[in-house]
């Protein structure tokens, strides 16, 4: 997974799992599915296919990223709006809703990519930490709540959809604290030396 | 990272978020809502909805299409959307639509609100198995009718239209959004209301029709 070809072809492949008519529907049947499967899939093949973007896009992309915050923002809004019960519904009820909700997955998929590195672990830890928030709230939401929230789906679905969301959450959190750089930005004494530490971190991510 | 950069980026980052803003809106039809239930009720209470032909057919006179229908009759409608088999919500909404039935009879309005129970299950539901249901419930013909729409896409087009989605229960029935929905006879959607409130629709029904 080291050459951009390589990475875009897998992203194109992703792309068509999620997307390819007939899997398209049998994923977005099950709330559960449509959330946490198809939503994955297209962001991994947003960040995948992002490696073929050419330099000079990247190079424009970056100017107006500073510290990544641009595109995860662009990435965190975009993960919150496919949560809102309405948002879901209208997905499954229109093509071409469903199709901007693809094509934001995509982008959110690039923007994460393009702006993790350059974000270094203290806006990450801002990001993941308020994404893992948001996603096990929303999961207890959709867990406690007595009403069926999407006329698309049964009340299962959606309890299904519930534990998956603060399953995920945790496991995101579990991940970032698994990373070499965050255990050594963590627990390293250079931490302790004031501002070097965020300019260095990003380049060795 | 450049003063220019430092300023490209917050410009970026206030047109993202404006443009996450405009997004949550739309989601949230102006951040009253998250569920297209309610959304669909507000849209109808801010705006009557026009409501499109459907050939009707179910037991005792025959039907009208749906428009001419509700144009003829001349009373004010309170439609719900329903299957037979149905032993969950169709079964709430029966017993609404009965207490409805009694409350119509007790006020004497039978000349001014009528009740039209419309099936989203033709294959099962034919005007037999309606007329079937109809007696289950001891539904008075002159006040509460019966009727299923047996074109699919007429059906289809006459439930996107309401806001009824209906899937399967992977039980072998359905599950659906059910509610009531009050009709004036020039067919437009101007109410609608959710189990339990039909002592509300009811009174929108009567105002409407003292209003037209």
Same mark, same amino acid.
């Given at each position: 997974?080291?050459?951009?070809? %390589?990475?875009?072809? $897998? ?12 899997? *398209? ?12 499967? %198809? ?31 641009? @595109? ?31 094509? &934001? ?17 203290? /806006? ?19 867990? +406690? ?10 009340? =299962?679905? +959606?309890? +299904?959809? @519930? ?18 750089? /965050? ?6 004494? +250079?931490? *302790?030396?004031?501002? #070097?530490?965020?300019? !260095? ?5 | ?14 047109? /993202?978020?404006?443009?996450? !803003?405009?997004? $949550?809106?739309?989601?949230? =039809?102006?951040?009253?809502?998250? #569920? ?23 037991? @005792? ?56 129970? !419309? ?6 539901? #034919? ?25 699919? =896409? ?6 996107? #239209? ?49 209003? &037209?």
């Amino acid at each position: 997974m080291t050459r951009p070809n %390589q990475q875009a072809a $897998f992203g194109l492949l992703l792309l068509l799992a999620a997307l390819l008519p007939g899997l *398209r529907q049998w994923l977005e049947a099950d709330m559960a599915r449509h959330m946490l499967l %198809q939503f994955p899939l297209l962001v991994a093949a947003g960040g995948l296919l992002a490696s073929s973007l050419p330099a000079h896009m990247r190079r424009a992309f970056a100017h107006c990223n500073a510290h990544g915050l641009t @595109g995860l923002l662009l990435a965190m809004l975009v993960l919150a709006l496919w949560m809102v019960p309405r948002a879901l519904d209208e997905a499954v009820r229109s093509t071409a809703i469903d199709a901007i909700k693809a094509a &934001s997955l995509l982008t959110a998929g690039a923007a994460l990519r393009l702006s993790w590195a350059p974000a270094g672990p203290v /806006v990450q830890a801002f990001f993941l930490g308020s994404w893992a928030w948001m996603n096990a709230t929303v999961g207890t939401l959709y867990l +406690q709540s007595p009403l069926r929230l999407c006329n698309a789906y049964l009340s =299962s679905d +959606q309890n +299904q959809a @519930g534990r998956g969301l603060v399953v995920i959450a945790l496991a995101g959190v579990a991940w970032w604290l698994s990373r070499p750089e /965050v255990r050594w930005f963590l627990f390293s004494d +250079q931490r *302790r030396q004031p501002a #070097t530490n965020i300019d !260095i971190a990003p380049d060795r991510l | 990272m450049s003063a220019a950069d430092t300023r490209s980026s917050l410009l970026a980052l206030a047109v /993202v978020a404006l443009a996450g !803003i405009a997004a $949550f809106a739309w989601a949230s =039809s102006g951040f009253r809502v998250v #569920t297209s239930e309610t959304a669909r009720r507000l849209a109808v209470a801010a705006e009557p909805l026009e409501i499109d032909d459907a050939r009707l057919i179910g037991p @005792g006179t025959p039907l009208h299409e749906l428009r001419r229908e509700l144009a003829a009759d001349g009373r004010v409608a309170l439609v719900d959307f329903i299957y037979t088999r149905c032993t969950t919500l169709c079964t709430t909404l029966g017993n609404e639509y009965q207490q409805l039935q009694r409350e119509i009879a007790a006020q004497a309005v039978s000349d001014r609100v009528r009740l039209l129970s !419309i099936s989203f299950d033709p294959r099962h539901d #034919t005007p037999e198995a309606l007329a079937a249901y109809a007696r289950r419930l001891r539904a008075d013909s002159a006040v509460w009718r019966f009727a299923t729409i047996d074109d699919a =896409s007429q059906l289809t087009h006459t439930l996107e #239209t309401f806001g009824i989605v209906v899937i399967d229960d992977e039980m072998g029935g359905y599950v659906h959004n059910a509610a009531i929905h009050v009709v004036t006879p020039d067919g437009r959607l101007h109410r609608i209301r959710d189990l339990g409130q039909w002592r509300q629709a009811l009174a929108d029904a009567l105002a409407l029709g003292a209003a &037209s």
